[in-house]
């Protein structure tokens, strides 16, 4: 039984990768990205999108979050 979150690509069939990227907007915003790369064919699955930003106070604020994959069990 194979149930420890692996994701394999659904062209090569290798193990992806987990990696995170965050990238800076404009007044601080950030845009933060997770995603499945696969190390062979460079294949990538996104998995969650969080865009954080800061209010007229300088208060962080989570604008948005999105589940991709995350969600779905196996
Ligand atoms: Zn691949």
């Known amino acids: 039984m194979k149930s420890n979150g692996e994701v394999v690509c659904p062209r090569c069939g290798v193990k992806m990768e987990y990696r995170v990227e965050i990238e800076f907007g404009e007044n601080g915003s950030k845009k933060i990205r997770y995603y499945y790369r696969c190390p062979r064919c460079g294949y990538r699955e996104s998995d969650l999108l969080i865009i954080v930003r800061r209010d007229g ?9 999105e589940y991709i994959k995350r969600v779905k069990g196996r």
């Open 57 to 65: 106070a300088g208060k962080i604020v989570i604008e948005k979050e």
